[in-house]
C-alpha cells in the first residue's frame, strides 16, 4: 500500500449497536476493493476484522479493527468498532481519532441503545455523522420507518436522505440517488454489479421532494449557493455537493444513506460518499501523534495504534512520549488490516498506523518531538465497576497472573485490577460480564492462565454496643522460665474513632515496659476479629489492672493475654455487624426512574435526591455495598443499558437486626468459623 498525504486520506470509525452489520459492511467493503475475493461471514468466523478466537467464538466484535481500503485514489481508514456496551470503550478511543463517524443501523430494529449511546457521544465531540441503515432485504426492514425514529429522537437535526430504497423486504432491489436523480438496479448475486437506470414513475414525485429538502438543508452552508437559493434558481448537480461537503463539515446536516451489506446492495455508494465527502484530516505543523489504542500480541509483542496529526513518522526515528516525559526508539511502523501487517518507511500527517514495542506507551500518550513538545488531552475511557474476585486454579501461576493481568490493564484501559487489604482479594473489575468473561477466556488462550472468578467478599466490620471489663491471662510452665501476663482490661464503644488506647495502671501492677506489648496485643486481635473474622472498629480500649512475675512474664506473655481479653471481651459486650454503604449516582432517561428508584429501595437504599441533568434524571443514594455488588448488570436490565452510575465509599453502618443474626451464620460457614 502506497503512502497517501492528508488530501487523499479519509479516517471513519463504524459504530452503532451489536449486531446493526458493522464487521458484514467492513467485509463487504474489502470484497468491492478488491482486497478479498469472497465475502466472509461471521456465523462462520471467517471475516477479517473479527479474527480474535474469542471473536469467533461469541460471534461479536470485542475489538476495534483497523481496515485500510483503497477507494477512487483515496485511502479509507475504517475503524470497526464492537457494539456491545461492554467493549464500548473500543469506541471511546476510535471516535477520537477520526473526522467522521458513520453510525450504523438495522432496518427492522432501528435506532437501539448503544447507537444512541454513541450518539450522544458523537455531538458532544461535534464529530460529523452519517448514518447507514443496513439489512433492508430483511423481513420487516422499513426505511422510512426508521427515518421517522431518527426525527422523533432528535428532532433538532436535520437528517437528508440521500438515498432511498427501491422495493421492500425479499424484493428489495436497488436505489435511488437523490443528488444524481439517477437509480441502480442491483444484480441479485453479491457481487454489487448494478445498471444506471432512469428513476421509476412511482418514487419521481417523493425524489423531487427530497431533493427540494436537500437543497434546502446544506444550502446554508454555502452564502453563493444560499443566495442563488433564495433567490429560487434551483441547484444542480455541482451546487449540491459542494454544499453538501461543506454542511457535512460544518455538522448542520447528517446524510442518511442506505443498502445491505450482506446483498451487496448500496455499498460501493457508501466508499463514493465517503471519498467524495467526508472531511479530510486537517495537518498540524509540529509533530504529533495520538496513541489511541493498544493490542497485547503474544508474537509481536505490544502493538501501539496511533494517528499522526503532523509532521512524519518514520523507522528508527526518536519519538518523545510527552505525556510521560520520556523518550523512545521506533521500530519498524506498519499498516494493519485484521491481523496482516504491511510494513511502510513512513507514517504521514492524517494517517493511522501501528508499532509494535514501544515499551511505556498507554493508551491516550502523546508522541511527537521532544523539541517541539505538543500534548492532546487524555482519552475519558468507561469507568467500569463490576469487580469479581480472581484467583488462579493453579497456585503456581499467582505471580505469572499479577504479571499478566498488568499486560491486559495495559491493553483495556476500562479494566482495573486491585487489592483488597480488608478481605485479601484480588479483585478484577470490568464493565459488564461479558468483558470479564472474554479476559478469562483471553487469559487462558494467551498466557496459559487458568483462572477461577466469584463475586467478592464484602469488607464488614466488627464493633461493640456495650462497656465491659473483662481479663486475660496466659500462664505457662514449660520447664525452665515459664511465661505469666495478666491483664484487665475496660472495652467501650468509641463512635467516630477507629481505635482508642488508653492505660490507667497504678502501682505498677502492670510494668511499663509491658504496656506497648499489651497495645499490640489488642490491634492484633482487632485486626482478626472476635465475631466473624473482619477487623474491629469504634472502640476504645483501657489497660486498667493486672499482675507480673519477676522471673516468667515477658512482651510475648502480656501481648497473649490482651489478646484473650480482648476476643473474651467482645463477645460480651453486645457485638454488632457493620456494613459498608457507599454513595451512588445514577443517570438514567425520565422513563426509566420510578424503576431505579424502587430497585434502590428494595436494595436498602436511602434516596437523597434528584437533579434534572439535560435529558436525564440523576438520581443520589446511600446503598449498602453488600447489595450494590451486581448493580452494572442490574441497572443495564432496568434500563435497556441507557443507565450509567458512579458509586464511593461513604461510610459504616450497622446492620439491621433482621439480616444481622442471618448473616453472621452466612459468614460463620462461609469463614470456616
Known amino acids: 500500500m502506497k503512502t497517501y498525504d492528508a488530501e487523499h486520506l479519509r479516517n471513519v470509525c463504524l459504530v452503532g449497536h451489536s449486531g446493526g452489520g458493522k464487521t458484514s459492511l467492513t467485509e463487504t467493503f474489502l470484497f468491492n476493493s478488491g482486497v478479498i475475493k469472497r465475502i466472509g461471514k461471521i456465523a462462520e468466523g471467517n471475516t477479517v476484522s473479527d479474527y480474535l478466537p474469542e471473536e469467533v467464538k461469541h460471534q461479536v466484535s470485542i475489538s476495534t479493527s483497523l481496515i485500510p481500503i483503497e477507494w477512487q485514489g483515496v485511502k479509507v481508514n475504517v475503524l470497526d468498532t464492537p457494539g456491545y456496551s461492554d467493549f464500548y470503550g473500543e469506541v471511546k478511543g476510535s471516535l477520537r481519532v477520526v473526522e467522521c463517524g458513520v453510525l450504523v443501523l438495522c432496518g427492522v430494529t432501528g435506532l437501539e441503545v448503544q447507537a444512541e449511546i454513541t450518539w450522544d457521544v458523537m455531538e458532544e465531540q461535534k464529530l460529523p455523522k452519517v448514518i447507514f441503515v443496513n439489512k433492508l432485504d430483511r423481513q420487516n426492514a422499513n426505511f422510512g420507518k426508521v427515518m421517522e425514529q431518527l426525527k422523533c429522537t432528535y428532532p433538532q437535526v436535520r437528517f437528508v436522505p440521500l438515498q432511498i430504497p427501491i422495493g421492500q423486504e425479499a424484493s428489495f432491489q436497488g436505489l435511488i440517488d437523490i443528488v444524481k436523480n439517477k437509480a441502480y438496479e442491483f444484480e441479485n448475486d453479491g457481487s454489487g454489479k448494478f445498471s444506471v437506470i432512469e428513476v421509476p414513475p412511482e418514487y419521481k414525485q417523493e425524489t423531487e421532494l427530497l431533493r427540494e429538502q436537500l437543497s434546502e438543508a446544506v444550502a446554508d452552508a454555502d452564502d453563493e449557493i444560499l443566495t442563488k437559493y433564495l433567490e429560487g434558481e434551483g441547484l444542480d448537480e455541482g451546487d449540491i455537493q459542494i454544499a453538501l461537503r461543506k454542511a457535512l463539515q460544518q455538522n448542520l446536516v447528517v446524510?442518511?444513506?442506505?443498502?445491505?451489506?450482506?446483498?451487496?446492495?448500496?455499498?460501493?455508494?457508501?466508499?463514493?460518499?465517503?471519498?467524495?465527502?467526508?472531511?479530510?484530516?486537517?495537518?498540524?505543523?509540529?509533530?504529533?501523534?495520538?496513541?489511541?489504542?493498544?493490542?497485547a500480541d503474544p508474537y509481536v509483542g505490544k502493538m501501539s495504534f496511533f494517528r499522526v496529526y503532523g509532521g512524519k513518522f518514520t523507522n528508527e526515528s526518536l519519538v518523545y512520549n510527552s505525556t510521560r516525559d520520556l523518550e523512545e526508539k521506533m521500530g519498524q511502523p506498519f499498516y494493519l488490516r485484521g491481523k496482516t501487517q504491511t510494513p511502510v518507511s513512513s507514517v504521514s500527517a492524517g494517517d493511522i498506523a501501528v508499532i509494535a514495542k514501544l515499551q511505556d506507551v498507554k493508551t491516550g500518550d502523546t508522541l511527537c518531538r521532544k523539541d517541539h513538545r505538543v500534548q492532546f488531552p487524555g482519552i475519558e475511557f468507561p469507568v467500569p465497576y463490576l469487580s469479581m474476585t480472581i484467583e488462579p486454579k493453579s497456585k503456581g501461576d499467582e505471580d505469572k497472573l499479577g504479571s499478566t493481568l498488568v499486560r491486559l490493564v495495559e491493553e483495556d484501559p476500562t479494566l482495573r485490577v486491585s487489592k483488597n487489604t480488608e478481605t485479601k482479594e484480588m479483585l478484577l473489575t470490568g464493565i459488564g460480564e461479558m468483558h470479564l468473561e472474554i479476559l478469562q477466556e483471553k487469559l487462558s488462550r494467551k498466557y496459559g492462565v487458568?483462572?477461577?472468578?466469584?463475586?467478592?467478599?464484602?469488607?464488614?466490620?466488627?464493633?461493640?454496643?456495650?462497656?465491659?471489663?473483662?481479663?486475660?491471662?496466659?500462664?505457662?510452665?514449660?520447664?525452665?522460665?515459664?511465661?505469666?501476663?495478666?491483664?484487665?482490661?475496660?472495652?467501650?464503644?468509641?463512635?467516630g474513632k477507629e481505635f482508642e488506647f488508653a492505660e490507667d495502671i497504678f502501682g505498677g501492677s502492670v510494668p511499663k515496659q509491658y504496656i506497648p506489648a499489651v497495645e499490640k496485643g489488642i490491634r492484633e486481635a482487632m485486626a482478626e476479629?472476635?465475631?466473624?473474622?473482619?477487623?474491629?472498629?469504634?472502640?476504645?480500649?483501657?489497660?486498667?489492672?493486672?499482675?507480673?512475675h519477676a522471673v516468667d512474664s515477658s512482651e510475648m506473655a502480656f501481648k497473649l493475654a490482651a489478646i484473650i481479653a480482648f476476643r473474651k471481651g467482645v463477645q460480651l459486650a453486645k457485638p454488632i455487624l457493620l456494613e459498608p454503604v457507599v454513595e451512588v449516582e445514577v443517570q438514567v432517561p425520565e422513563v426509566f426512574m420510578g424503576e431505579v428508584i424502587g430497585d434502590l429501595n428494595a436494595k436498602r437504599g436511602k434516596i437523597l435526591g434528584l437533579v434534572a441533568c439535560g435529558k436525564y434524571q440523576v438520581i443520589r443514594a446511600h446503598v449498602p455495598q453488600a447489595e450494590m455488588m451486581r448493580y452494572a448488570i442490574d441497572l443495564r436490565s432496568l434500563t435497556q443499558g441507557r443507565g450509567t452510575f458512579t458509586m464511593n465509599f461513604n461510610q459504616y453502618e450497622e446492620v439491621p437486626d433482621k439480616i444481622s443474626e442471618a448473616l453472621v451464620s452466612q459468614l460463620k460457614v462461609a469463614q470456616g468459623h
Not at 443498502?259 to 448500496?266: H, Q, T, V
Open 255 to 295: 446524510p442518511v444513506l442506505c443498502g445491505s451489506a450482506y446483498k451487496n446492495i448500496g455499498i460501493a455508494n457508501i466508499l463514493d460518499f465517503v471519498a467524495d465527502f467526508v472531511p479530510r484530516p486537517e495537518v498540524m505543523t509540529e509533530q504529533a501523534a495520538l496513541v489511541f489504542k493498544t493490542l
Open 450 to 495: 487458568e483462572v477461577a472468578m466469584k463475586i467478592p467478599r464484602v469488607p464488614y466490620r466488627e464493633t461493640i454496643r456495650k462497656t465491659v471489663r473483662v481479663e486475660g491471662k496466659h500462664k505457662k510452665q514449660t520447664g525452665g522460665h515459664g511465661q505469666y501476663g495478666h491483664v484487665w482490661i475496660n472495652l467501650e464503644p468509641s463512635d
Open 529 to 548: 476479629g472476635a465475631m466473624v473474622g473482619y477487623p474491629v472498629t469504634d472502640i476504645k480500649v483501657t489497660l486498667c489492672d493486672g499482675s507480673y
